[in-house]
């Protein structure tokens, strides 16, 4: 959820803006493309002078290199340095991520500011939604009631659950440390709770490489029945790894595996093995 470069792109379009348009306004289909290739369209842009207002109305868009924002309406207070974009918001950005929200309000130094029923489509395909969102770029952002998953949701049915996703009634951002944590989560497996953790987390985008829990896994077959598998990563070095998977499974009760990876200098190392109780009788 990057909105550092949105804040600043809206910053200098909407200053170029009222330098131009500080004696008349446009009443009719406008567009506006500024020396740094920044583009501005609506169907209408006015400066309220009295007000050191600049609004835009219907079919907004704001178009920087790759980073598209779209709104129904926009507006800009100069007077107190703040920017609302309002109904069905809306930023592509430069990473691939779709970002929507039914507002965004950025004031102050535009580092901080509030987004109200945000969710987004990230670039990995992993979907995070929440209520409000209180921007602050120096202390990190924090989020309320936040829902996250991997799981992709098929486009025909919208009212389908995903295999799993996680619910947390508050999240924060821990920029000094590069991790995001969350207050109160409950796991929800295809749309059930299934489990409470009092508090999680996890490294932020920024971080390549971390030691934690990984993604969930729910599998249902023939031989185990239906299955529950969390798997833990630890970091050993640079060059080598383990990921330890502890599950249960309604046919054989617990089960356990491990895959060891090690990278040398003229090839690699791989390892993986499993325990279970071992009840089931071959035939």
Sequence with gaps: MNFHNLINLLKFNFLTLFLIYSIFSINSSADILNDEGSFLSANTIEHHEELSMISALGEVEVINADEILRANE?????????ILAKGNVSLKTKEGDMLYAESMQLQG??????????????SDGSRLSAAVINR??????????????????CEDNSDEYPIWQLRGLKSKRNIEEGRVEYNHVILDAYGIPILYIPQISHPDPTIKRSSGYLSPIFKN??????????????????????????????????????DYRKLRSKGSVFIKGSLTRGSMKRT
């Design 221 to 258: 077959n023939s031989i185990l029945g239906p299955t529950y598998f969390q798997p833990y990563y630890y970091v050993l070095s640079k060059s080598s790894d383990v990921t330890i998977t502890p599950g249960l499974t309604f046919n054989e009760g617990p089960i356990i595996s491990a």
């Design 74 to 82: 926009l507006t800009y207070d100069l007077k107190n340095d703040t």
């Design 136 to 153: 602050n770029t120096e202390k990190g952002d924090s989020l309320e009631k936040v829902v996250y998953t991997k799981c992709k949701i």
């Design 109 to 122: 130094d535009l580092k901080t500011g509030v987004i109200k029923n945000f969710s987004s489509v990230l």
